[in-house]
């Protein structure tokens, strides 16, 4: 049990356009999904934490307008990269905490790698 | 802000020694300390975790022990194995919000385990 998905694996795009990656607990329902960002040998860097039906909250330093965060429903949250740089080249996870059980743990997508170029 | 240090960043045993990584954290409401292992180009996979009620924990050749006063957490790796080589990471759970967590990642340490 406790699957996420992560869509898609890789991406590569070109500088100006926007990304869409989408995250989805598979098995349960996620009442709050994380994004994070890892660069090469670095840690996981939260981005953003979203609960369904409400606005994601942002760490310092992170633009809300250049990464969207929807958490539309239990399931599924989408982070969009608006007018990608090849600064935002990463790896972007998503994590999904569930509503009951192991309330504590969350569980981690296999990560989308973007390459802006 | 809420910050985790991890130590050392990198280490390297001779297969059958044990592993130590060290983490501290400087939110003292944190309550919850997982711990997760990432193989090269995969997702972080929780392999322990501990509540702040509780002073140890084991699980087979993995344990992780807090130290509440401190704000120190350790995982210990016992009888290590070649396929115990992946980055790991501790993370302290810190409330932000009324019912709302969020999780702060030490910075990693990457395990080599020599055969």
């Known amino acids: 049990g406790a699957v996420v998905s992560q869509h898609p694996s890789r991406v590569i795009c070109k500088s100006g356009t926007s990304v869409k990656i989408e995250c989805r607990s598979l098995d349960f329902q996620a009442t709050t999904m994380f994004w994070y960002r890892q660069f090469p040998k670095k840690s996981l860097m939260l981005m953003a934490t979203s609960n369904e039906g409400s606005k994601a909250t942002y760490e310092q330093g992170v633009e809300k307008d250049k990464f969207l965060i929807n958490h539309a429903s239990l399931t599924l949250s989408t982070l969009t990269v608006t007018s990608a740089h090849p600064e935002d080249s990463s790896f972007y996870i998503c994590?999904?905490?569930?509503?009951?059980?192991?309330?504590?743990?969350?569980?981690f997508g296999p990560g989308t790698r973007l390459t802006v170029l | 802000g809420e910050n985790v240090e991890q130590h050392p960043s990198t280490l390297s045993v001779q297969e059958g020694d044990s592993a130590v990584i060290k983490c501290t954290y400087s939110?003292?409401?944190?309550?919850?300390f997982p711990w997760y292992k990432q193989e090269l180009g995969k997702r972080p996979q929780l392999i322990i975790d501990?509540?702040?009620?509780?002073g140890e924990k084991k699980d087979q050749r993995i344990a992780v022990t807090l130290n509440k006063t401190a704000k120190h957490f350790s995982l210990h790796i016992t009888e290590t194995q070649p396929e115990d080589s992946a980055v790991y990471f501790c993370?302290?759970?810190?409330?932000?919000?009324?019912?709302?967590?969020?999780?702060?990642f030490g910075t990693g340490t990457r395990l080599k385990v020599l055969a």
């Open positions: 939110d003292s409401a944190s309550n919850y």
């Open positions: 501990i509540r702040s009620n509780v």
């Open positions: 994590s999904a905490r569930g509503l009951a059980g192991e309330r504590d743990t969350q569980y």
């Open positions: 993370a302290a759970r810190s409330h932000f919000r009324k019912g709302t967590y969020k999780y702060i």
